[in-house]
C-alpha cells in the first residue's frame, strides 16, 4: 500500500497528482505544516522533517520529483509513461531543478 505524507501548498502536492493522475489507491496523511514544528513526531517517520515523504512496501522517498518518476515507472504502463529515449531525455531535462542562475 502506497502512503503518502502531504502539506497543503507544499511539493507533496506533485506525488498527490501524479497518485491521481495514475488512478492508484493510496492513503493519504495531512501534516500541519511546518511539520516538524507542528508535528514533531513526523521527524521519527523522516528525519529530514519534510514532505513529501512516500512510502511503498520497502521503498521510502523524500523527493517529489523523483516520486513521479519511480511512481511512472513501477506502476506502468500508464498514460504517464514515456517510451522512446528522445522523450525520456526531454522529460528528465523537463522535470530535473534548474539552480536560479548559472552565471
Ligand atoms: N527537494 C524536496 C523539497 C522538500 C521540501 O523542502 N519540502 C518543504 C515543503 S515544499 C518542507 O517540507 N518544508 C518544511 C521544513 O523544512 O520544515 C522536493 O523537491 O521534494
Known sequence: ???????????????????????????????????RVLEPAYMELNPLGTVPLLLDGAVRM??????CQYLAATHAPNA????????????AQGVSPRPAATG
Not at 14 to 27: C, K, N, V
Open 1 to 35: 500500500m502506497i502512503t503518502l505524507y502531504h502539506c497543503v501548498g507544499a511539493r507533496s502536492f506533485r506525488p498527490l497528482w501524479m497518485l491521481e493522475e495514475l488512478g492508484l489507491s493510496y492513503a493519504l496523511k495531512m501534516l500541519p505544516f511546518p511539520p
Open 62 to 67: 523524500t523527493e517529489s520529483v523523483a516520486i
Open 80 to 91: 504517464l509513461q514515456v517510451e522512446a529515449a528522445e522523450a525520456a531525455a526531454a522529460v
